[in-house]
């Protein structure tokens, strides 16, 4: 009989822990799937995560964090852990310069090589694996999934890049024009 009572016990704590709600954190689901636990900010509401590996985290409100460069949260960020990924990532957008450009994935190849990668749609960014090791604070900004701000910014960067473009093609006349007078 003796040798039950651990196994009871054991039993015991498990539907405790299960009655009571326990499950980890979602940084340490992140960690468990060889993640760093500094891809998600401080600040998180609540977090749903199912056997799929689907995820969703819920913060108060929308927030930017500066790794590098700088990383715009929504409200709610979702995708679909498997090791070392995240794929089907919405919620998440990162800044080039005055773009901002949607979070699609998450992948570290080799934790070795201290690198991770982000997807942002035709190209890759590249960042140290170090900069995410822990939970970052995140500013509080305009809900972009409520406003226009990125897809203004996006005119405002086409609007930059043209004005450029047509002083370079001003300049160059100019020089075309001053050779012919001569």
């Given at each position: ?5 651990p196994s009871v016990f054991l039993h015991f704590i498990f539907i405790f822990a299960v009655v009571n709600g326990e499950q980890d954190s ?157």
């Amino acid at each position: 009989m003796i040798p039950l009572t651990p196994s009871v016990f054991l039993h015991f704590i498990f539907i405790f822990a299960v009655v009571n709600g326990e499950q980890d954190s979602i940084y340490e689901i992140l960690k468990s799937h060889g993640l760093p636990k500094g891809l998600l900010p401080k600040g998180i509401t609540r977090f749903d995560f199912d056997d799929t590996g689907r995820f969703e985290v819920h913060l108060d409100q929308a927030c930017n964090a500066k790794f590098e460069s700088e990383l715009h949260y929504d409200r709610n960020v979702s995708g679909t852990l498997s090791y070392g990924q995240i794929g089907a990532l919405s919620g998440i957008s990162a800044q080039e310069l005055f773009l901002w450009f949607p979070v699609k994935g998450i992948r570290v190849d080799v934790p070795s090589s201290g690198l991770i990668y982000f997807d942002v749609g035709v190209v890759s960014k590249q960042f140290s694996l170090s900069l995410f090791e822990t939970p970052r604070d995140c500013l509080a900004v305009w809900d972009f999934e409520s406003s226009d701000s990125i897809r203004d910014g996006k005119l405002l960067a086409e609007a930059i890049a043209e004005s450029q473009s047509a002083k370079l093609r001003y300049e160059l006349d100019q020089e075309s024009f001053e050779r012919n007078e001569v």
